[in-house]
T-cell receptor
Framework: EAQVTQNPRYLITVTGKKLTVTCSQN?????MSWYRQDPGLGLRQIYY???????DKGDVPEGYKVSRKEKRNFPLILESPSPNQTSLYFC???????????FGNGTRLTVT | SQQGEEDPQALSIQEGENATMNCSYK?????LQWYRQNSGRGLVHLIL?????REKHSGRLRVTLDTSKKSSSLLITASRAADTASYFC????????????FGTGTSLTVIP
């Protein structure tokens, strides 16, 4: 089944404790991206990747890192999480920059 | 911000009625996409309309696009309780530095 898999689904952590949210897609998509969704603000892009070893900042990259060592995986890293990073996070992938996005089921992160 | 806006923010209708949602965007586009999100879940792609198209249908969905006004609308006909969800428009990344931009969403409630 074609899908984008994110883990974990829920994550509660404390300020400053490094964490990684994994994302994997099995559709051989070139384009992958991360979004955060906050009430009243919609979806905002954090980082995106056009292909392996190519990553670029989105609109809200501060406090986040990503890597794209393999085509299928695009992990999101929070080196030192802060409470303002409490949010619902989505990974998505698509064939190209103007193709429909396929979304993972989301990771609800709480930073205390 | 290059995010679009959706109107109305919330819409409540009776089952069987039609629901219309509007989207305004700010950039040139190659295509515009509509997505649906059930509460807290990942977005699911519904329909894509290219910039040279004015109207597109898919089942009970009808999308229109007016590039001169930078606006689009989504019509759901004969709505069902299962259509209850949030609906988002998104501009593709063709002309925006490879970033997709999402509207703020319309929350649709269909009352059985």
């Amino acid at each position: 089944e074609a899908q984008v898999t994110q883990n974990p689904r829920y994550l509660i952590t404390v300020t400053g404790k490094k964490l990684t949210v994994t994302c994997s897609q099995n559709m051989n998509h070139e384009y992958m991206s991360w979004y955060r969704q906050d009430p009243g603000l919609g979806l905002r892009q954090i980082y995106y990747s056009m292909n392996v070893e190519v990553t670029d900042k989105g609109d809200v990259p501060e406090g986040y890192k990503v890597s794209r060592k393999e085509k299928r995986n695009f992990p999101l890293i929070l080196e030192s999480p802060s409470p303002n990073q409490t949010s619902l996070y989505f990974c998505a992938s698509s064939l190209s920059v103007n193709s429909p996005l396929h979304f993972g089921n989301g990771t609800r992160l709480t930073v205390t | 911000s290059q995010q679009g806006e959706e109107d109305p923010q919330a819409l409540s209708i009776q089952e069987g009625e039609n629901a219309t949602m509007n989207c305004s965007y700010k950039t040139s586009i190659n295509n515009l996409q509509w997505y649906r999100q059930n509460s807290g879940r990942g977005l699911v792609h519904l329909i894509l309309i290219r910039s040279n198209e004015r109207e597109k249908h898919s089942g009970r969905l009808r999308v229109t696009l007016d590039t001169s006004k930078k606006s689009s609308s989504l019509l759901i006909t004969a709505s069902r309780a299962a259509d209850t969800a949030s609906y988002f428009c998104a501009t593709d990344g063709w002309s925006t530095g490879n970033q997709f931009y999402f509207g703020t969403g319309t929350s649709l409630t269909v009352i059985p």
